[in-house]
């Protein structure tokens, strides 16, 4: 129960909140008179306990004010003013009571307790229900004289329950009644205290269900029996079935014509004719059935018709779609031409909505049909739809409960409509003509005047992406279509009453003075924006995965017939989207046993019943008939269902807290279930998750009719096939019976009856065999032609027409020598000549024949001569060969060009089979090898490598064998290598090969060897290393002599000398250095590639090498005034020291020359992988340009050779780098940007431990 406190006494507030939250009320403070009045019409109170000294309006005036408002709230005043005038004028009022403080705490609750028995008519001091009794004045609760234990809300709850026994409450008005606005939880909290209290009565006896769930609205106290009394119907309260049937009779002429388009848009596809229009117009009317038949039972024919617009929205449909489509429009004729009417068909199942009390119950707290007594709700409805059918549908479910509905069905005459009529609510459709409902939201959502109305999409699409597009434009609410009546008034009533709220808060201004501003916002957002946002949110998401689901077992149902994968993939999908703990599929035997088809399980821990065979009389006896008629059971917990105990004894053998089962009805028959069961706990089921399984049943109904369909023409063609084998039977006994007849007749009638009836059916089989014949030469592609003696065409067939480009009635009776030309007519003569009778003249020889036009042609004909009693036939057979003969050329074409493009080719080209036998050489293999392209033919390839060769060159033998056969076992191109072939007359010579592999369609089948002869390169190479040795040799001695002299003399110490000559002899000093570095440089460069050079490899430490090479360059580096930084590491590597710090050393020379003065050189490594070590080099100088950067390791070669350099070197410092770095086993690369410096990298292996 919830109390209002009006006390501006802050001490006395907290006194009086202590006092009642103690007796288990909600309580709000308020200190200042004035915005109570706003509070009352805000929210609801149970009782006003208001002092009567207040700011801004006293407690009197505060009473006058509420009275004078309508306000029936009970009033309590409670002041220090005690005069019996002061009592009089505060009763007068309009209080209820009046005490006097100080007051006594059990007197005045004791007072409160008694206004709230009167505001509920209930004079009775404790109340009672069934066997509950509760005391308020002891806050005590006993069921059965079982004294309960509850706590504070659990209590509340009850009393709330109790006090209002007829009425429903929803989990959003126990939060009112029992929360305060300051620590309002989520609806979830309410359903764990109604668990709670559930079980506690549970516990003392009560009977499980004493708390009914009613499912969609809320909770209500279980009613009392009553005996049965008669009731007098109004005569004039129209029924919703029965106004919806009278829609449906109104409306059938229409929905027949729009099947009757459906139909012609079958016959026109079946006919390869269906324009573009009739497609159009066909997938629009698919639409609007699939959303309106379902409204008026017709659930099956929604479906049909979903699928035939599913597959009208393909531009172009296959054969299987087209049959597909045409059975689905033969299905819905069917479906919507039943004799019934719908209203005595059944109706889709819908949650059990229970009838209100008028006096206890607002459109909030319960739906039905609603009673006259109810009065007006007085809410403008617009309704833009396009279908008529969908608008009159609405406004017969919603006129009855007062509402005054406007339709459209014009999309562009929205705007003057919402000015004429203000709606309080405005209800769209997606698709209509020239402005979607999607786009016509959005310019309303844009529009001032109209961006706070309540707007409702109500449509046949269920796709994610559409209910997306809905919410992001600014709808309110989504309502799939066909149309649930009790659903549809639910969100209708929910959103006006969100929004009556929303306007009489904003109302409030006074607020402002009374709550801080953060509370008046947790205010607003918690009772309007959060807990609705959440739900959307949550029921999006489940809307679009159930429609996902939906989507996908119909697509799963149109494309397979395998009746038990599509149940299986349904329940495996539904107990994945449920998160239940089994979901099955149970099938009816007509003694109403039966057995599980299909089932997936949650867990493994629950027990299976796929399979078992189930029959439970109680089940049967109570269950089966609200099945057959389409209801949904669904129970929260079997246990508080008011189940029959057979029954519940049967769901515990399985588990089973709680259950949603759903009728799966194939026309009027009850062929099965669709179970989902909660294993683990009781469990409440959503109106999506009921409306979820309806669905599917729907679907998995017609996944069974087509299934049946299917099992039946099966049938029919294998009763089909055996009356063909009847058929034949009896034919064949006929004939039998006819052939005996004959044979007597024979034997009776004379000879010349038979010899006519012999002659007839003689005839009879020539004719008949003259028509096969005539048939067989029609379909025929050659040409036949016969000709009589005198050779004047007598036959001349389609293919014949074909070839030569006569009709056939233009060549008949013309001589054969229209078709030859003139110098083939004398051969043909001779061939005919030369045949005798009923033989075949030539086998099929090449001749030209003539066409219309002139052209000849070449052909192959054959020729036979038949001679019979009268006359003499001649039959040519002549096919065209004129393609055949120009595939030929151009294959002769090809070769003989690609003959010559080999023959062409400077190097030598060789082709191997897998066996490593030549299959073909070109002319420079020819003339490189000394043989002809017939000796190497079928040889192998061993052939070019004799078994004596010179010693240097032996070990190149299997190497390079090795290296070919590889190319052909792995089918991959070998690298460039080196051999030594060997002529004919054995004189070998050094080659370059290489083998690349021939592939055909991805299959290896033999390999292509490209050589060239390399003896005048190595003969070079030879002339070039000699060269190099003597130059070097020759220069060395001379040039060190001079070197040592010059020394000397540029020393001082042989004699004193000018300056000049010292600054001379200094110079001739420095250039005998150079050279002496660079033969040094040569020889270290041919050495080290050459492979004399040995590197002494041994562990040496990298910090130490390091170290070492920078104090050598220590000196070059304070001249140069560049700073020297090394960074070393602690780390073995397996080198040649003297060569690590020879690259060491160059690096570094190179860095510091190119630095400019001031800047610095950083030496550093680090392991980049596993035993590997990377050293580097930077500088900050010019930087190398980027067409540079590969060449600047060959030999002589600098990234600047201009004449204007600045620098000396020889260009062969890095060349030697890479030869160490390489005999290393490592790498050598730079990183460089023009302008900005360089960094020099090379990795060296580190011992393996």
């Not at 403080?101 to 005045?108: M, N, Q, T």
């Not at 009453?497 to 409030?508: A, F, M, N």
């Not at 999506?688 to 109904?701: C, F, G, V």
């Not at 013309?814 to 045949?835: C, T, Y």
Request: hydrophobic share 40%; charged share 25%; net charge negative.
């Amino acid at each position: 129960m919830r109390i209002l406190i009006v006390e501006d006494d802050e001490l006395n507030a907290k006194a009086l909140e202590l006092l009642f939250t103690q007796q288990n009320y909600a309580v709000e403070k308020v200190a200042d008179g004035q915005a109570v009045a706003d509070l009352v019409e805000a929210f609801e109170y149970d009782l006003i306990l208001s002092d009567v000294m207040l700011p801004g309006l006293d407690g009197v005036s505060l009473c006058r004010q509420l009275r004078s408002q309508g306000c029936p709230t009970p009033i309590l005043l409670l002041t220090g003013k005690d005069s019996g005038h002061d009592k009089a004028m505060g009763l007068d009022a309009g209080a209820d009571d009046y005490v006097v403080k100080p007051f006594d705490p059990e007197e005045l609750t004791a007072r409160v307790r008694a206004l709230l028995r009167r505001s509920q008519g209930t004079e009775a001091p404790i109340l009672e229900w069934e066997n509950i009794r509760l005391d308020p004045k002891a806050c005590e609760v006993t069921y059965a004289d079982v004294l309960l234990s509850l706590t504070p809300k659990e209590y509340a709850l009850l009393e709330l329950l109790m006090r209002n026994n007829r009425r429903v409450f929803s989990c959003g008005m126990v939060l009112e009644h029992l929360w305060t606005y300051e620590d309002t939880p989520g609806e979830e909290a309410v359903r764990t205290h109604i668990k709670g209290l559930r079980q506690k009565l549970k516990a003392a006896g009560a009977p499980p269900d004493l708390i009914e769930t009613v499912y969609g609205i809320g909770y209500r106290l279980k009613p009392l029996p009553e005996p049965a009394k008669p009731q007098v119907m109004p005569e004039a309260e129209p029924q919703p079935q029965a106004a919806l049937t009278d829609v449906w009779v109104k409306f059938q002429p229409r929905i027949n014509q729009q099947v009757g388009i459906l139909e012609q848009a079958a016959t026109a596809l079946t006919q390869g004719s269906l324009a573009t229009e009739l497609h159009q117009q066909a997938r629009q009317e698919a639409h609007t059935l699939a959303g309106g038949l379902g409204t008026f039972g017709y659930a099956q024919g929604s479906q049909f018709a979903r699928s035939i617009e599913h597959l009208l929205q393909e531009t172009i449909l296959t054969e299987d779609q087209a049959l597909a489509l045409q059975q689905n429009v033969i299905a819905l004729r069917s479906e919507i031409s039943r004799a019934d009417l719908p209203s005595l068909r059944s109706f889709p199942p819908q949650p059990p909505y229970p009838i209100l009390e008028p006096s206890t119950a607002g459109p909030r707290e319960g739906l039905t049909v609603p009673p006259s007594s109810l009065g007006s709700i007085e809410a403008q409805i617009m309704v833009v739809d396009d279908d008529p059918l969908v608008s009159e549908t609405v406004t017969t479910l919603l006129q009855p409960w007062g509402f005054q509905v406007t339709t459209l069905t014009e999309p562009s005459q929205v705007w003057q409509r919402l000015a004429e009529h203000t709606p309080d609510l405005l209800v769209l459709d997606v698709e209509m003509p020239k402005m979607n409902g999607i786009d016509l939201c959005q310019k309303i959502r844009d529009d001032a005047r109209w961006e706070q109305l309540p707007i409702i999409f109500l449509t046949a699409h269920t796709e994610a992406e559409i209910v997306n597009r809905v919410y992001s434009v600014g709808a309110d609410d989504f309502v799939s279509k066909p149309i649930m009546g009790p659903e549809l008034i639910v969100r209708i009533l929910n959103r006006l009453e969100r929004t009556r709220l929303q306007r009489q808060l904003s109302k409030i201004e006074p607020l402002a003075e009374v709550l801080k501003h953060d509370e008046r916002t947790h205010l607003l957002e918690r009772l309007l924006d959060n807990a609705e946002q959440q739900h959307n949110e949550a029921a999006l998401q489940q809307q679009v995965a159930q429609e996902q689901l939906v989507g996908e077992i119909a697509a799963h149902i149109r494309q397979s017939l395998d009746l038990k994968d599509i149940l299986s993939t349904a329940v495996t999908e539904v107990q994945r989207v449920l998160a239940t703990d089994r979901v099955l599929i149970f099938k009816f035997n007509p003694d109403w046993s039966g057995k599980a088809l299909v089932e997936s399980l949650g867990a493994t821990t629950w027990t299976s019943v796929l399979e078992m065979k189930i029959y439970d009389p109680c089940f049967a006896e109570a269950y089966i008939e609200p099945f057959r008629q389409g209801h949904v059971t669904a129970f929260e917990d079997v246990h508080c269902a008011g189940l029959t105990p057979c029954y519940i004894e049967f769901l515990e053998q399985f588990q089973v807290q709680a259950s949603l089962i759903v009728p799966i009805l194939q026309g009027d028959r009850l062929w099965g279930l669709l179970i989902a069961h909660h294993c683990s706990a009781p469990r409440q089921w959503q109106q999506s998750e009921i409306n979820l399984l309806t669905r599917l049943a729907t679907q998995l109904a017609i996944a069974l009719q087509q299934s049946e369909l299917y099992q039946k023409l099966q049938i029919e063609l294998a009763e089909r096939e055996q009356v063909e084998i009847v058929l034949q039977e009896a034919r064949k006994n006929l004939e039998s019976k006819v052939t005996e007849r004959t044979a007597e007749l024979i034997s009776v009638n004379q000879q010349l009856n038979q010899e006519l009836f012999e002659r007839k059916a003689t005839e009879s089989a020539l004719k008949v065999s003259q028509e096969r014949f005539s048939g067989i030469l029609e379909i025929a592609n050659d040409a036949i032609i016969s000709v009589n003696a005198s050779e004047a065409i007598t036959l001349f067939n389609q293919g014949a027409e074909q070839i030569f480009g006569y009709e056939s009635s233009e060549v008949i009776g013309q001589s054969l020598d229209l078709l030859l030309p003139n110098q083939a007519e004398m051969i043909h003569r001779q061939r005919v000549a030369s045949g005798g009778p009923s033989t075949r003249i030539a086998e099929r020889q090449e001749l030209f024949g003539r066409r219309k036009d002139g052209t000849e042609f070449p052909a192959e004909a054959s020729i036979s001569k038949l001679e019979l009693e009268t006359e003499t036939l001649y039959t040519v057979i002549l096919r065209d060969i004129s393609q055949r003969k120009q595939a030929q050329e151009t294959l002769e074409r090809m070769s003989h060009q690609n003959e010559l493009i080999l023959n062409a080719i400077g190097e030598g080209l060789c082709g191997l089979n897998l066996q490593g036998q030549f299959t073909f050489v070109n002319a420079a293999a020819e003339q490189y090898l000394g043989y002809t392209a017939d000796d190497l033919m079928n040889q192998t390839l061993e052939i070019l490598f004799p078994s004596v060769l010179e010693p240097d060159h032996r070990e190149l033998v299997p190497e390079a064998l090795a290296s070919i056969y590889a190319s052909l076992q792995a089918g991959t191109p070998q690298p460039l290598s080196e051999a030594i072939f060997c002529r004919r007359d054995r004189f070998c010579f050094p080659v370059e090969y290489l083998s690349t592999p021939i592939l055909e369609q991805g299959k290896i089948i033999g390999a292509v060897i490209t050589f060239k002869d390399i003896s005048d390169r190595k003969v070079m190479e030879r002339m070039k290393d000699e060269f190099i040795s003597i130059v070097s040799h020759e220069l060395r001695t001379p040039l060190t002599s001079i070197h040592g002299s010059l020394r000397m003399l540029a020393s001082g110490m042989l004699s004193t000398q000018a300056d000049k000559n010292q600054r001379l002899l200094k110079i001739a000093a420095d250039s005998t250095d150079r050279l002496v570095r660079l033969i040094n440089d040569v020889l270290d460069v041919e050495r080290i590639e050459s492979g004399n050079v040995e590197m002494k490899l041994r562990p040496c430490w990298a910090e130490a090498l390091m170290t070492q090479a920078a104090n050598t360059m220590q000196g070059m580096a304070e001249q140069e005034g560049v700073t020297l930084i090394v960074q070393p590491i602690s780390a073995q590597i397996r080198a040649d020291p003297d060569r690590i710090l020879q690259t060491f050393t160059n690096l570094l020379s190179n860095a510091i020359k190119f630095s400019t003065r001031g800047s610095t050189v950083w030496l550093s490594a680090e392991t980049t992988q596993p035993q590997v070590l990377c050293f580097s080099v930077q500088d900050r100088g010019r930087g190398i340009a980027a067409d540079k950067i590969d060449l600047i390791f060959e030999r002589f070669q600098q990234a600047d050779s201009s004449d204007t350099r600045n620098h000396e070197g020889t260009g062969l410092g890095l060349s030697i780098c890479r030869s160490i770095v390489q005999q290393h086993g490592g790498q050598i690369w730079v990183d460089s940007q023009l302008g900005q410096g360089s960094t020099f990298y090379f990795t060296i292996p580190q011992p393996t431990t």
